[in-house]
């Protein structure tokens, strides 16, 4: 079974960026497609983006598009979320977690082990 740890979050002002990393810890990373999701305070989770097994698929909610890049790594075990341009809005605790596929149009798929996430704050 894998285990997720999220790093790389932090404070920043509008339109700076934040490299946040997903590390894992078990067998066989490359064989899982990993989502990378929010929530805010008093909001709903959201999926911002997720990467296919091979970085065969990406996907990005409209809301970040264009800002954000997810990578993977497999050697090292990592799949990392680039964030630019970052407002005030993409304040949430970010999670990773594996998912079942990540379809270019629709999305992640069925979540199943989470890290604990890790904190991003855009304020002037």
């Known amino acids: 079974q894998v285990q997720l740890a999220e790093s790389g979050g932090g404070s920043v002002q509008p339109g700076g960026s934040l490299r946040l990393s997903c590390s894992a810890a078990?067998?066989?990373?490359?064989?899982?497609?990993i989502g990378w999701f929010r929530q805010a305070p008093g909001k709903e989770r959201e999926g911002v983006s997720c990467i296919g097994i091979t970085a065969g698929s990406t996907y990005y909610a409209d809301s970040v598009k264009g800002r954000f890049t997810i990578s993977r790594d497999d050697p090292k075990n990592t799949v990392e979320l680039q964030m630019s341009s970052l407002k005030p809005e993409d304040t949430a605790v970010y999670y990773c977690?594996?998912?079942?596929?990540?379809?270019?149009?629709?999305?992640?798929?069925?979540?199943?082990?989470w890290g604990s996430g890790t904190q991003v704050t855009v304020a002037s």
């Open positions: 078990g067998p066989s990373f490359d064989y899982y497609s």
């Open positions: 977690a594996t998912v079942d596929y990540c379809n270019a149009k629709y999305g992640p798929g069925s979540t199943h082990t």
